[in-house]
């Protein structure tokens, strides 16, 4: 058996245990039991230390694990790796707002400097997001923070930020033999960026292990962890399929001899992309340092492939890209429908009456080319929504990711889809996109951006090539939509 696991260098003065111990369950255990003892929890850490596993991953909401890890932090002997997340509420991400939350994080671990701050944000179209993390940078260029990465972004998104100067380590995701999203677009911008990924529902909470091979559909589900995935089973095919993928890794398993769970995880770590994965512990009830040593002790050849592969053939695959569980129906997370959270979404733009037309409502952008050139972001009149030559502008007038036209593409639509939410308006009631590129070579990449959004609704579209556009971008996109339904007229 391997004495230690596999590790990985991140970055300059930072390496990693490839098995991350992830501590979301500390809130879980701390719901039903009350605040954890920080020193005893910071022992349970040290028994993790001591093992080669050390490594921790965790957020300001997973109860008093980051006081715990600080206990740990402050104990003597070498330092541990810690990574947390940050998952501010919606709103303007100022620089003091951003430091306020960065310092909350360095209060509670003890700590002068974050090793890896991970950024949550719940709506792409609040462009709040782009602004957070350059502030982010800021800090790290301080020392505050170590490395910057974020927290269940999209391929779009993780392209869009490297394309605009953020220096994104890494994201973490859902990948598993259940949900295989990450192999996709999202490995192909890790490959193009350097970007890497530290994957966790790796176990499906557990599911993924000898004890549910053969078992019955369970009826109740007591904790979070397999509420939630229980929900990622439920909609690739069921309990069947899910245990379709079960027998297979069983099957691999006995051939190994190993364990479900080394097969599973072994299967994620083979990904070039994936840095890590993160296998969450119950501090005092479970440990598995000895099975995940054994994690190093074998190797997946093509016959176990094939055998998975036969194995996914009968599931569905999980809608959407990586995160979209956390932005858009269906929701797969322990509480079901996150509609709440967005909902107190602030929107990005305001409406105002038009002075000049009854009932009709506008929308200011920011930019500075709308006062110059007297135009408005958008505007309603009756169910018709009109949405100007958007580009890539940040503020006033900051080009965002300067040179990419699909990045450029992606904060287009998501200011467009920002305008059409502040008029009472979705994706799904534009009726024509209009593009206007000013290379050829970059249709492909700004129609995949397109398409990303709209190719299940299909509004009729354009696209022109033009000789240049004013500021130097490289896409602009206007749209029009049409509101659905009766009494939707302004």
């Known amino acids: 058996m391997a004495q230690t696991p596999e590790r990985m260098r991140l970055a300059d003065g930072l390496e990693i245990s490839r098995v991350l111990t992830g501590l979301w369950q500390v809130a879980d255990i701390e719901r039903i039991q009350g605040t954890m003892d920080p020193e005893a929890g910071a022992d349970r850490l040290a028994d993790y230390v001591a093992a080669g596993f050390d490594s921790f991953d965790m957020a300001d909401h997973y109860g008093s694990a980051e006081i715990i890890a600080g206990r740990l932090l402050a104990r003597p002997g070498p330092r541990p790796a810690v990574f947390t997340k940050w998952c501010p509420p919606p709103g303007p991400m100022t620089a003091d707002v951003v430091r306020a939350g960065v310092q909350e994080r360095l209060d509670r671990l003890g700590t002068e400097r974050v090793d890896l701050l991970q950024f949550h944000w719940w709506s792409f179209e609040h462009p709040a997001w782009l602004d957070a993390l350059h502030e982010m940078a800021r800090l790290r260029d301080e020392g505050l923070i170590g490395e910057i990465g974020v927290t269940n972004f999209d391929a779009a998104h993780v392209a869009l930020a490297r394309a605009d100067g953020i220096p994104l380590l890494t994201n973490q995701v859902s990948f598993s033999l259940v949900d295989r999203r990450a192999a996709g677009p999202l490995s192909e911008v890790c490959d193009r960026t350097g970007t890497r990924l530290l994957a966790y529902g790796t176990l499906c909470g557990g599911f993924l292990s000898e004890r549910w091979v053969g078992r019955p559909e369970p009826a109740e589900i007591a904790d979070w962890s397999k509420m939630k995935y229980k929900r990622f089973i439920d909609v690739t095919g069921g309990w069947a399929a899910f245990q379709g993928i079960l027998a297979a890794a069983a099957d691999i398993a006995r051939r190994h001899g190993v364990s479900v769970s080394n097969v599973a995880t072994r299967w994620v770590l083979d990904h070039p992309a994936v840095a890590g994965v993160i296998v969450g512990a119950r501090l005092g009830e479970r440990a598995h340092h000895a099975d995940n040593l054994r994690l190093f002790d074998f190797a997946l050849d093509d016959d176990d492939h094939a055998r998975l592969e036969a194995a996914f053939a009968a599931t569905v695959p999980v809608p959407g890209d990586c995160g979209d569980e956390y932005r858009k129906p269906p929701f797969l997370t322990a509480s079901g429908d996150l509609s709440h959270h967005l909902d107190r979404m602030p929107l990005a733009f305001d409406a105002a009456p038009v002075p000049h037309r009854t009932g009709a409502l506008r929308v200011a952008g920011g930019s500075e080319w709308e006062d110059v050139a007297g135009y408005c972001r958008a505007q309603k009149v009756g169910d018709r929504i009109v949405v100007s030559g958007t580009t890539a502008t940040a503020g006033r007038d900051r080009v965002v990711a300067p040179g990419d036209a699909g990045a450029q593409a992606t904060f287009v639509i998501d200011k467009i889809l920002a305008a059409l939410a502040a008029l009472g308006a979705t994706a799904e009631d534009v009726i024509r996109t209009r593009i206007y590129v000013v290379d050829e070579a970059d249709a492909l ?46």
Do not use: C, D, Q
Request: hydrophobic fraction near 50%; proline fraction near 2%; avoid cysteine.
């Open 445 to 490: 990449a700004v129609s995949r951006a397109h398409g990303r959004v709209f190719g299940t609704i299909k509004p009729a579209n354009t696209l022109i090539v033009v000789a240049g556009l004013i500021g130097g971008y490289r896409v602009e996109i206007e749209a029009e939509a049409m509101l659905r339904g009766a009494g939707a007229g302004g």
